[in-house]
């Protein structure tokens, strides 16, 4: 695997319910793809990154789950849809664009989970990103996750970095 995934998913890996596919959106290179693909998990991974993706697809090879990939651009207007209640866990790390979040709650299916992190306002002074489109606000993240249901959540510095995360569940 690239690089290690986020902190955030090991520690909320026990709220994806067994089994069930997952959404990683905006997924780069895959760390969280293939972390959940090797634990047996049939991901999706999404990014405007063909280049990316395909690497996530060698990188895949021989893992437990199986991981398939779409090149997407996240930024359309209107945004793409991402399904309807369809996946077990939405991922979503170092991403934000508002304008999608509806897709992305949508796209979580009733047992299901989203477990998001981006970074959060402060971060622009520490360095980047700096640009307020890519900053939540305190706070901000679980108005943006309604209706789902906060099941856990935290803000402020980890690791270096100002970061607002949360799970949250569709019931």
Known sequence: M???PAG???????????????????AGRGRHALYLAASGWPVHAVDRDGEALAAVRDSARGLSGTVTTE?????????????????????????????LMPAIVAAVAAGGVLIYETFSVGQAARGRPTNPAHLLRDGELAALVAPLVVLRVREGDVDGSLVSSIVAGRR
Do not use: K, M
């Not at 955030?8 to 905006?26: E, F, N, Q």
């Open 2 to 4: 690239p690089q290690h």
């Open 71 to 99: 090149v997407l651009d996240l930024e359309t207007d209107p945004p793409p849809s991402l399904g309807r209640e369809h996946y077990g866990a939405v991922l979503v790390f170092n991403y934000l664009h508002r304008p």
């Open 8 to 26: 955030w998913l090991i520690g909320s890996v026990d709220c994806i319910p067994p089994a069930r596919p997952v959404l990683d959106v905006a």
